[in-house]
């Protein structure tokens, strides 16, 4: 057990996103998100896996937040389905769907549960789909006009406001790579869809802004820290490309209001800047957030690769030999060291870690134990990176592990656990693992110690 304190404060929580948990897709309304039909589509996940069932949380939310309630966590981050809110092009507001984050809102507060709703993450209805998406800049008038429709519905229970979770993802992965809805594979549409995210952020914080809510409004961003292979200039060039694609293109216009030159020049062979970014744009994007939220799983080794038409960037297994069941390495000490370089470099603002976390091969014994020793260390070694920030000053003031439930994993369908708690798909049983008891644990021995100083 770790002995170091956080601020009393400081607010722990566990963090989940609607399409990975709900199921419940074709009830009370909802009509499907592009990650229905790309989960729909031969071969884009993990054995054909889709979000249709998941962790049957629509039906289930009560007793969920009895397990969040029985962990102890200050604070819940979850996320609203967009197509349960507007499920039709003729965009009237379905109250059933709202409905059910009315009886959610009401469990958490009955044990006093601290909500963190994001707005986006990553489920766009289809019927903004078929209109092109991202890559429409409509899309971003739409997003703006579900923002405004949810601040007046819940407006006055909820406190802390995030508009998107990991624009990066929805753009290079969803538009680019095609690893995750809707599939495309065009760097062009990506630059554009990355753009309208942004646009999009910025509108709904104004409009968030223009109705005088009392809550804290904010943007979540998955960095990184990029470290180069090896000492050459080659390499060291790689990483700044790197840097450029995974941290700045995102970070400079919201906290500096433009676009990294560099990386505005290498993607310049795809888009018109002209035609894209319209005056009002980059000041739109940077207007003021309330605080800053950070996704971090692990860091990049990268080579200079003449090979990869993209950004010439080539990625090294990691030195260290520690990894996780996604392949990604352990690396806390890369947790503590982009903390400081965003407080350094761009905002002084608070910041919030609303995901970190581990896949690891969880198996449940014949006496329902699962022993996950892994994440236990994963989540001790990266808090104590954390408290190493927070100790120097740093103003970081909550940390939301990822997840409270093994759930859908995208791309990865039911392969990949990261949650404290098992879940047993075929029943739907949940299993207490014992990183679920070290963070009941952790949290208790913390309010232990704060209420007898």
Same mark, same amino acid.
């Given at each position: ?95 059933? &769907? ?5 009886? %959610? ?5 009955? =044990?006093?549960? @601290?909500?963190? !709703?994001? *707005? ?123 840097? &450029? ?5 995102? %970070? ?5 209001? =433009?676009?990294? @030159?560099?990386? !505005?020049? *290498? ?187």
């Amino acid at each position: 057990m770790t002995d170091f304190e956080f601020p009393p404060s400081f607010i722990f929580g566990v963090a989940t996103a609607a399409y990975q948990i709900e199921g419940a897709v074709g009830e009370d309304g909802r009509t499907p998100s592009h990650w229905d039909t790309f989960s729909h589509q031969r071969g884009n996940t993990y054995q054909g896996d889709t979000g249709d069932v998941a962790c049957d949380h629509y039906h289930r939310y009560a007793s969920d937040v009895g397990l969040m309630a029985d962990l102890g966590v200050d604070a819940y981050r979850f996320s609203i389905s967009w197509p349960r809110i507007i499920p039709e092009a003729n965009g009237q507001i379905n109250q059933r &769907g709202l409905d059910f984050y009315r009886r %959610l809102l009401d469990e958490l507060e009955q =044990h006093h549960i @601290q909500p963190a !709703v994001t *707005l986006y993450h990553w489920d766009l209805p289809q019927w903004l789909a078929d209109r092109g998406g991202w890559i429409n800049r409509d899309v971003a008038k739409y997003f703006t006009d579900y923002a405004v429709a949810v601040f007046r519905a819940l407006g006055d229970r909820v406190p802390t406001w995030i508009t998107h979770n990991e624009p990066w993802c929805s753009a290079f992965l969803g538009y680019g790579e095609g690893e995750h809805a809707p599939g495309h594979r065009d760097w062009r549409e990506a630059i554009i869809a990355s753009h309208h995210l942004l646009l999009s952020h910025g509108w709904a914080v104004e409009a968030f802004r223009a109705l005088a809510q009392s809550g804290q409004i904010g943007i979540t961003l998955n960095l990184t820290v990029v470290d180069a292979a090896t000492d050459v200039e080659e390499d060291a060039q790689a990483a700044r490309r790197s840097d &450029g694609y995974s941290n700045r293109w995102f %970070l400079d216009p919201i906290f500096r209001a =433009h676009y990294p @030159q560099d990386m !505005v020049d *290498l993607f310049s062979r795809y888009v018109s800047w002209e035609e894209l970014v319209q005056p009002p744009d980059l000041t739109t994007i940077a207007v003021p957030i309330d605080f800053l939220g950070v996704n971090y799983y692990t860091r990049s080794v990268v080579y200079d690769d003449p090979d990869d038409s993209w950004l010439r960037v080539g990625h090294r297994r990691a030195p260290s030999g520690q990894m996780t069941e996604m392949g990604w390495e352990v690396h806390p000490d890369s947790l503590y060291r982009l903390l400081r370089r965003l407080q350094q470099d761009y905002t002084t603002l608070p910041l919030y870690i609303t995901e970190n976390g581990a896949a690891f091969a969880d198996e449940l014994t014949d006496d329902d134990q699962v022993h996950d020793g892994q994440r236990v260390e994963f989540l001790e070694r990266h808090f104590e990176a954390a408290h190493r920030f927070v100790a120097e000053g740093g103003n970081l003031k909550g940390y939301y592990v990822w997840s409270l439930m093994d759930n859908f994993e995208w791309a990865f369908g039911y392969s990949k656990r990261f949650g404290l708690i098992y879940v047993d798909f075929a029943t739907q049983r949940r299993i207490w693992k014992e990183s679920a008891r070290w963070y009941q644990n952790f949290i208790k021995k913390r309010r232990n110690t704060s209420s007898s100083n």
